[in-house]
């Protein structure tokens, strides 16, 4: 699943390519039967939220879309490609096009529905107007484990597994640790950290987290395999310790950390 640093580089690529231009919208498999609604008019404006995409056509007129596990955009310029696979969605003009296929949801929201869906969700950390405050209200009144918290939409928007680990990890913190123990002062190095991640990872697409100093290469670029501490090394030895990167299930997905710097 995208994570928020991946649907925010969309909504900016999105954006740049169609805002305040006249666009056709069409779903050549009928996978988005509403697309002859949005046909022929102004994009105003793409926006996003955690992992949600707002692509707005009038108040009334917001295209929202969810890419779940197995959504995602192409793009590139004139002319369109061939129509193949699970199509759902086309945004065009004369010069540019992306094709949407999957994805969770793809539906016109009015803007009261809008609104309750931003209201839903927790502060975003690449949103400049984002409050963390919020945040750390929920974190520190919980007893659920902050590995879950951090993949609550409503406690923090845009967090996945990927940065759930990674975060933890730098933190050192024990994804099974209570939030109500993690701290304010922990929780706004979370905050800050995340911000600093997903901003450098809408450059490179890939969610780099490890330090230079922590690599088995400290020098020249950084290799597939040295990206992350501990999301899906399990089985490795940690980079920092040398022990072995433990997993386990949590809340229906997988959650990595070092059992040494992450101790309980």
Same mark, same amino acid.
Request: with cysteine; net charge positive; glycine share 10%.
């Given at each position: ?29 009928? &996978? ?5 609604? $949005?046909?022929? *008019? ?7 939220? %955690? !992992?949600?995409? @707002? ?104 967090? &996945? ?5 990674? $975060?933890?990890? *730098? ?7 209570? %939030? !109500?123990?993690? @701290? ?81």
């Amino acid at each position: 699943m995208p994570e928020g640093n991946e649907i925010h580089r969309f909504a900016e690529r999105h954006a740049a390519a169609f805002r305040s231009k006249r666009v056709h919208v069409d779903s050549p498999n009928g &996978g988005f039967p509403d697309a002859t609604i $949005l046909d022929r *008019r102004v994009l105003r404006s793409v926006e996003a939220v %955690g !992992k949600h995409l @707002g692509y707005v056509f009038g108040r009334d007129l917001i295209l929202h879309v969810h890419l779940g596990m197995y959504g995602d955009f192409r793009e590139g310029k004139m002319p369109l490609p061939p129509k193949k696979g699970a199509l759902r969605l086309r945004i065009y003009t004369k010069t540019d096009w992306i094709e949407l296929r999957g994805g969770t949801d793809t539906s016109i929201f009015s803007q009261e529905k809008w609104q309750k869906l931003l209201a839903r969700l927790g502060p975003d950390p690449l949103r400049e107007d984002a409050d963390p405050t919020k945040a750390f209200a929920v974190i520190e009144k919980r007893s659920t484990p902050i590995g879950l918290l951090l993949m609550d939409q409503s406690v923090m928007a845009g967090v &996945g597994n990927i940065f759930r680990a990674e $975060l933890l990890y *730098r933190a050192r913190i024990n994804p099974g640790r209570p %939030g !109500k123990e993690v @701290g304010l002062t922990s929780f706004r190095s979370i905050w800050k950290d995340t911000r600093a991640l997903m901003k450098a990872a809408m450059d490179d697409r890939r969610i780099v987290t490890t330090r230079p100093k922590d690599r088995p290469h400290r020098r020249g670029p950084v290799l597939d395999d040295e990206i992350h501490y501990v999301y899906r090394r399990h089985g490795k030895a940690c980079f920092v310790c040398g022990s072995t990167i433990a997993r386990k299930d949590m809340g229906g997905r997988t959650v990595y950390w070092c059992p040494v710097c992450q101790k309980a």
